[in-house]
């Protein structure tokens, strides 16, 4: 079974930090683009940031630069989200997901253009 499992969700203080962790199984991840996005209750899924095949380049949503890091470890097939300097606003559930091809530029963005996506973890930044 072909699948994207995200870790290392959790609650934190303002100012704190969590890195998440995307495993991937059933195939190699490789050779696809990641994604990462969230959604707060009542709000639609938001792109948080992208890597292509090879760890770069990599895209992050204006707001996020600079607090957020991506990575991944394809020896590993998994993909991580180091998230600092956490505020209240980030509280969410944090999805992978993964692109159908190795690199998508400035359509990394889009929710649609991925086609497998994991379950979430859900994050929780107290003020």
């Known amino acids: 079974q072909v699948q994207l499992v995200e870790s290392g969700g959790g609650l934190v203080q303002a100012g704190d930090s969590l890195r998440l962790s995307c495993a991937g199984s059933?195939?190699?991840?490789?050779?696809?683009?990641m994604g990462w996005f969230r959604q707060a209750p009542g709000k639609e899924r938001e792109f948080v940031a992208a890597?292509?095949?090879?760890?770069?380049?990599?895209y992050y949503a204006d707001s996020l630069k600079g607090r957020f890091t991506i990575s991944r470890d394809n020896a590993k097939n998994t993909v991580y989200l180091q998230m600092n300097s956490l505020e209240p606003e980030d509280t969410a559930v944090y999805y992978c997901a993964a692109a159908p091809t190795a690199s998508m530029g400035v359509m990394s963005r889009a929710p649609a253009a991925y086609n497998l996506w994991g379950q979430g973890t859900q994050v929780t930044v107290s003020s």
């Open positions: 890597i292509t095949w090879r760890g770069s380049p990599t």
């Open positions: 059933g195939r190699t991840f490789s050779n696809s683009a």
